[in-house]
């Protein structure tokens, strides 16, 4: 009785070629995501700090209609983070607390 086996080369090769399509599936989504944020944000003519603050967000929510910071907003939004930081570090808090502190101070 003889049984059938394949080359190990070819068994390697079904393998690999079942890894990538599993990978390509998944990646799928956010690729078409990425693209749409990426349309829209070129379609807003948007640059710098408040490209990638679209694209945050567009790429978080799942929307691309989130609404962006204008120029003065970003750059509050960015002192009120500094002033954050500088007060977790006068804690002296340290990793998920120090990020949860932070996380609280901005949104207040």
Do not use: H, W
């Not at 995501?33 to 807003?44: F, L, P, Q, R």
């Not at 607390?97 to 101070?105: L, M, P, T």
Request: proline share 4%.
């Amino acid at each position: 009785m003889s049984a059938y086996r394949l080359p190990p080369a070819l068994t390697v090769l079904s393998a690999v070629l079942l890894l990538v399509s599993s990978t390509a599936a998944i990646a799928g989504p956010q690729q078409e995501k990425m693209k749409a944020c990426n349309a829209e944000a070129k379609e807003k003519a948007l640059k710098g700090d408040e490209r990638r603050s679209f694209m945050s967000g567009c790429l978080s929510s799942g929307s691309a209609a989130k609404p962006t910071l204008t120029a003065d907003e970003a750059s509050a939004l960015k002192e009120r983070k500094k002033q954050c930081r500088t007060e977790a570090t006068d804690k002296a808090l340290k990793g998920e607390e120090r990020k949860s502190f932070i996380a609280e101070c901005v949104k207040a």
